[in-house]
């Protein structure tokens, strides 16, 4: 599994996301930016900021990557859960796609609060709620139970999305926007689709066999090929400001 070409595919389901909240957050004037969770830098990449940027993560292979794909950005090998930089340091804070893989999501955004400048931003991206995925037709409705089932299997929290605005309420960081991001009505490219099983796969391992894998995916290409498909999981923001 090419996980790169995966986090650029979610990249781009956030981009216009992104692009409305860094503004309000102000990214333009920005001295000092992090990610939590920067992964192989799929987002970091992508940030446009006169601002020192860095990345933080838990796997050296990503970092490596990261390097590669975000020559512009420091990185750091560190757990989430204990930034190694000292309180307040940062304009802006956020990740994408971190909270539902971290053991203690609170303890993760209180992290990102120590290290967040008083009065500065927040933002966790794109944090999805798996238990509430639609998929339609019903015969397809397995998919999201296998799906969810491998995530708890793999430690994370497939439900954290639903959590994340009480999360940022309970550490005590002011919400100024949350809410779900724009998805699910437009038919995936065949290359995304190929992705989506790819994936699907990589997730399953050996708890689904591969017989039953290959007949979700002939009704979902038929379902696709006659207009009857929906595939929706509600993936939620959050935008907060720290006290002054
Ligand atoms: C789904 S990836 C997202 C990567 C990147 N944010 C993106 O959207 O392209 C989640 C990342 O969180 C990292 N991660 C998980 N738990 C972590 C922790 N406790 N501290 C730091 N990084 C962590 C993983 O190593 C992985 O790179």
Known sequence: MNWHARYLQQAAWTRDLRAYLFKKAGLDSAKCVLEVGC?????????????????????????????????????????????????????IVYCHYYLLWVRDPLQ?????????KPGGHILALAEPDYYARVDQPDALRPLGEWQRDALLGQGADP???????????????????????????????AWEREMEWA??????????SGEEIQKMKTLDDEAWAKGERVLYVPTYFAWGVTPT
Request: charged share 15%; net charge negative.
């Open 39 to 91: 992964g192989t830098g799929a987002i970091l990449r992508e940030l446009e900021t006169p601002a020192s940027v860095l990345g933080l993560d838990l796997n050296p292979a990503a970092l490596t990557q990261a390097l590669v794909n975000a020559p512009a950005a420091s990185l750091t090998h560190a757990n989430g859960l204990a930034i190694p930089f000292p309180d307040y340091s940062f304009d």
């Open 108 to 116: 993760a955004v209180l992290e990102m609060k120590r290290v967040t």
């Open 159 to 189: 439900g954290f999305g639903a959590k994340l605005a009480q999360t940022f309420f309970t550490a005590g960081i002011k919400l100024e926007e949350t809410g779900t991001i724009q998805g699910g009505v437009e038919e995936p490219s």
């Open 199 to 208: 994936v699907i796969q990589a997730d399953l391992g050996e708890s689904v």
